[in-house]
């Protein structure tokens, strides 16, 4: 079973928090998956500061009142976990080239609304939005929710991608738009590994 120190050693490849909250469950690219870092209320936080989604003040602020309201945390990390699934619904098909479904857009649709409910928009070079104030359950979910909106709405689609060698989807941000893996240094050289190793069986045959 996956801990809350077991997240902050995931490896945020996604290049968009909403896609790196997809990619919390691993396995292979085609099929069920294998495992799940987020396993309870308490890992959902953990990862919240991992991917800067939280401060650790907010965090902290987070773990104290799900202690004060197991109840309610336990229907927040429920929710979470039916967020990333319709949010794999949203950006899984898109990575293939297809369509996601009505139904998932609008549950992603009025989630944003609830996001933006307890937002407030602060000013930098911009203004953004920004959660500091909401201090409920959910709120590890508001910044994913509208991070996915932003990438459906000012992103280049054609971008989103799946890695060839895991589960995992990410924002291919290569010049070239080239990049197949959701990194080099795990699936990347896995695949390597595996054409030297077929390589040198074919040369064995031949020899």
Known sequence: MET???VTRMHLVGG?????????????????????????????VAWGVHAGALTEPEATALRRLSHTDPDGAHAAFSR??????????????????????TAALARLRDDEADALGHAQL???????????DDQTLARPLRPVVHAAVQLLTAGALDRIKGCGGCRFLFH???????RRWCSMDDCGTA???????????RRSEKA
């Open 4 to 6: 809350a120190e077991d």
């Open 80 to 101: 979470a976990l039916s967020t990333r699934d319709y949010l794999d619904e949203i950006f899984r098909p898109l990575a293939a080239g297809g369509a996601p479904s």
């Open 122 to 132: 602060e000013v930098g070079s911009t203004f953004a939005w920004v959660w500091r």
């Open 16 to 44: 968009n928090l909403a896609l790196d909250f997809v990619n919390t469950r691993t396995g292979p690219p085609v099929g069920p998956s294998d495992d799940d870092v987020l396993t309870g209320y308490p890992e959902l």
């Open 172 to 178: 291919d941000e290569s010049k070239n738009r080239s």
């Open 191 to 201: 695949e390597k590994m595996r054409r030297y190793v077929a390589a040198r069986r």
